[in-house]
């Protein structure tokens, strides 16, 4: 493979973990901001209604955005590594793309219902990205497989 491509599969493993980072920061100042009783735009979390439901919610999202970054991060760390044993696709990561399909559809669907924290009424509802993205995932993680099983067979190939 060319080192130009190398290269760029290098840059953009340490540019996931850096906006993977920034994603972190940015929803935990949001999680604190919740938890604290404040939201965006000056709103206030009600606690003292639907309490259960809300603290799921919350429970929810903190873990499945903890997970998706993680998956995100292990991700991109076993492309650094694949780089240095110079494999293409490393199937480490096979299982971590199936995982973070799951774990993006939960955050979604947590983050899309962000307005029960707001209102009295309890709507929950689901949105065409909660099942776009984590579906481009999933078919992301079936066409790596693919190729993993590929390039671990063509290894194996006398």
């Known amino acids: 493979m060319k080192q130009n ?9 340490y540019a996931a973990i850096v906006f993977c980072i ?7 100042s949001d999680f604190v901001s919740i938890l604290m009783g404040k939201g965006g735009l000056e709103r ?17 999202d903190v873990i499945s955005l903890a997970i998706t970054i993680g998956l995100c991060v292990k991700s991109a760390i076993n492309f650094l590594k694949g780089i240095r044993e110079s ?11 199936f995982w973070l399909a ?13 307005p029960i924290y707001y209102h009295d009424e309890i709507i929950v509802g689901c949105g065409h990205s909660n099942f ?11 066409m ?3 190729a993993a099983d590929a390039v671990e067979e063509n290894n194996l190939t006398i």
């Open 144 to 146: 790596y497989k693919v």
């Open 5 to 13: 491509t190398w290269i760029g599969i290098r840059i953009c493993s």
């Open 87 to 97: 494999m293409v696709f490393p199937q480490s990561n096979v299982k971590l793309f």
């Open 22 to 28: 920034a994603w972190a920061v940015l929803y935990l």
């Open 44 to 60: 206030k979390v009600d606690w003292s209604q639907h309490t259960v439901l809300k603290i799921v919610f919350f429970v929810l």
């Open 102 to 114: 799951l774990a993006y559809f939960v955050h979604r669907f947590c983050w899309y219902n962000h």
């Open 132 to 142: 776009i993205i984590p579906f481009c995932i999933l078919f992301f993680a079936f």
